[in-house]
């Protein structure tokens, strides 16, 4: 029972907070730019006020442009529920291998690339194709890094190696870890489309990725697709604090007081690599779009790295 209210939780958190998080990151960098911002609670006002509007949908477009944010808001509900957030012991622990997640979130970014693709459009297409460039560079990547870390343990299942390192703290000290959480941390930047990968607030036709994709796209279907994008940038930086720093997440057994203080301490994680990586994005330019793959490739040959060093140091 108390892994299934765990599990529950996680989704109310990233569901309810994701929103925040990207209306917090929007704020400090505002304030570390001069400006006075929306405030925290603007990106829930855009999403009520997407939900009032009426679905409009392009001519000439099937059923795969209407699924798509579903099926990448079903798919980051989902993954938020099975990533070991605020506790080890969910019931959904046996579907929360390393390959079942990464090909969940791979899922939901090729739905909205075919979604994009549906509409026939220029900017469209060029959106799509340049997020399958960034895709077959970012997932190899999460399994990789992820994958040198599950050799010491003898298991994919992240509830695993969550476990085995609240059970030895000290294992995160190793060139292991530290090769592994470089890489992620990049690659959570290129997936969730953020500066020097993309830039989410951009409408340039010859730098964005993401936004292209959405152009066409409006009212519930817009905000589906938003909030989507916010809880896997949710997910993603939880999924980072809980591999490397999973200080108070609840284990087997934790009781009721242990889920509440593990869910405060998921929020104080996640908000603080949140800010962190706004602050980076005031001091960082956005990189030319050919110079992507170059960071990506650099990323992989870590992840590489660190399963080298994993072996040598088993």
């Not at 993401?210 to 938003?226: F, K, R, T």
């Not at 690599?273 to 980076?280: A, I, K, P, Q």
């Not at 990323?299 to 140091?313: N, R």
Request: glycine content about 10%; hydrophobic content about 60%.
């Amino acid at each position: 029972m108390t892994g299934v209210i765990g599990a529950v939780l996680q989704v109310i958190v990233v569901g309810v907070g994701s929103p925040l998080l990207v209306g917090a990151m929007r704020q400090v960098r505002a304030r570390l730019e001069g400006r006075a911002g929306a405030g925290v609670l603007q990106p829930w006002r855009d999403l009520r006020k997407l939900m009032r509007k009426e679905p409009i949908t392009p001519r000439g477009t099937g059923w795969v442009f209407r699924a798509a944010p579903l099926l990448l808001a079903g798919t980051a509900l989902v993954v938020a529920a099975v990533v070991p957030l605020v506790t080890t012991a969910s019931p959904l622990d046996g579907v929360a291998d390393l390959f079942a997640v990464t090909a969940l979130l791979a899922l939901g970014s090729v739905a909205l690339a075919l979604g994009a693709l549906d509409t026939g459009t220029a900017f469209g297409g060029m959106g799509a194709s340049r997020e399958m460039t960034v895709l077959a560079l970012v997932e190899p990547t999460i399994l990789v890094s992820t994958f040198a870390l599950s050799i010491r343990v003898g298991s994919t299942s992240l509830g695993s190696i969550v476990t085995a390192t609240v059970e030895d703290p000290l294992s995160v000290i190793s060139p292991v870890s530290v090769l592994a959480a470089v890489a992620l941390a990049i690659v959570t930047i290129a997936e969730t489309g953020r500066i020097p990968v993309d830039n989410p607030s951009t409408h340039l036709e010859l730098t964005m990725i993401h936004e292209a994709m959405v152009l066409e796209y409006a009212g519930p279907d817009l905000a589906l697709i938003e909030w989507a994008s916010a809880m896997r940038l949710s997910v993603l930086l939880g999924l980072l604090a809980s591999l490397f720093f999973p200080l108070g997440i609840a284990t087997a057994g934790a009781g009721a007081l242990a889920l509440l203080l593990s869910m405060i301490a998921l929020v104080l994680k996640v908000g603080l690599l949140g800010v962190l990586l706004s602050v980076g994005e005031v001091f960082m330019a956005k990189l030319r779009l050919f110079r992507v793959p170059e960071l990506l490739a650099g990323s992989f040959l870590l992840a590489l790295l660190a399963v080298a060093a994993s072996f040598f140091l088993a």
